[in-house]
């Protein structure tokens, strides 16, 4: 993974984690590297890792297990629901960089349906 300079470390490797979980990559119940594995694979320290980890199990896509690790939360039903949050979390974020760039509305709308 490539890290940019605008975004904390820590952030980028939530999202990373979030996409995995949300197309299926880390499917539910999967366990998650160690933090000690995932800071080695990414190049990162491990309290980089550790904060990430905790922001995602506070946010409900993993959980750990004492002595075990993380894992992906099995609750299919809330993995849906994340997933619904996820896309309209990346919906508003696009609505307002488009706007931020002077696009209406209904410029944004058309141009949606185009590419669908």
Excluded: C, W
């Amino acid at each position: 993974m490539r890290f940019n300079k605008e975004q904390p470390i820590y952030q980028q490797i939530i999202d990373d984690i979030k996409v995995k979980i949300v197309n299926g990559t880390y499917s539910t119940g999967f366990k998650l590297p160690s933090i000690r594995e995932y800071a080695e694979e990414m190049l990162v320290n491990p309290n980089t890792v550790q904060k990430a980890f905790s922001e995602l199990e506070r946010e409900d896509y993993i959980h750990s297990k004492r002595g075990i690790g993380f894992f992906v939360n099995e609750d299919e039903e809330l993995i849906n629901k994340l997933k619904k949050k996820y896309l309209n979390d990346e919906v508003d974020v696009f609505i307002e960089k488009m706007s931020s760039f002077g696009f209406s509305k209904s410029e944004i709308i058309e141009k949606v349906k185009e590419k669908l």
